[in-house]
């Protein structure tokens, strides 16, 4: 299957948050995770709220395009085996309708580079 993703512009925050408060909920990419024990954001680096436990600037994200089928099976998989094989540490958040894949800025597009070489195709984003 040939999967296309696109390169989504901006450099990005994996942060660790003690609240919700202060979380720009307006901005085109937010994402929250909470657990018992934590409540982890992905943002705009510039949209990183102020009261921020931890954070980890420099990445860069793509995505797939298109909704994925629940039943595709192995994209993740194959992802993160091409990017283990290569050195290259990745950070993944899934939402309803694709994956996200975020990759620390330095490594990006050595990535990219990697995708194409196997047979994915990189668009931009719009």
């Known amino acids: ?10 450099r990005f925050s994996v942060c660790k948050v003690d609240s919700i408060d202060g979380i720009d909920l307006h901005s085109d ?6 657990t018992d024990s934590e409540i982890s954001l992905v943002c705009p680096e510039e ?3 102020v009261r921020t436990i931890e954070r980890d600037d420099g990445w860069n994200m793509f ?3 298109g909704q ?6 192995g994209i993740l998989s194959k992802v993160s085996t ?4 290569n050195g290259i540490g990745i950070f993944t958040v899934s939402t309803f309708d694709t994956d996200y894949i975020l990759i620390k800025e ?3 597009q050595r990535a990219l580079t990697i995708l194409k070489d196997t047979g994915y195709t990189i668009s931009p984003s719009d």
């Open 68 to 73: 994925l089928d629940f039943s595709l099976i």
């Open 1 to 10: 299957m040939n999967m296309e993703v696109e390169v989504i512009k901006g």
């Open 82 to 85: 091409l990017m283990a094989d």
């Open 63 to 65: 995505r797939f395009t």
């Open 106 to 108: 330095k490594d990006f």
């Open 29 to 34: 990419y937010s994402f929250i995770g909470k």
């Open 47 to 49: 949209g990183v709220p």
